[in-house]
């Protein structure tokens, strides 16, 4: 099988190979710390509001990844082409 079907396939997950640095587990740490902070000090609705919101934002977050792949997969190729 080929490097391509094999990424298609799933059987290659590129970001699976990245190495957490440790300022990226202080700042999940924080984003953690912070978060838990909000959601015990909220009222039902306004729980309901920020969980919407971090929802929206993960969301948000994720769709930015794939973007930021998309890019550079497609930047790979011109390269090479080069």
Request: net charge negative; hydrophobic share 40%.
């Amino acid at each position: 099988m080929s490097i391509l079907q094999e990424l298609w396939y799933g059987n290659i997950r590129p970001n699976e190979d990245k190495v957490i640095t440790d300022e990226e587990k202080e700042l999940v740490s924080l984003i953690a710390k912070h978060h838990e902070t909000l959601s015990s000090s909220q009222k039902n609705n306004d729980l309901d509001v920020f969980e919407k919101y971090v929802d929206c934002f993960t969301e948000y977050a994720s769709l930015i990844e794939v973007q930021t792949f998309e890019i550079g997969f497609k930047l790979a190729v011109r390269l090479l082409n080069e």
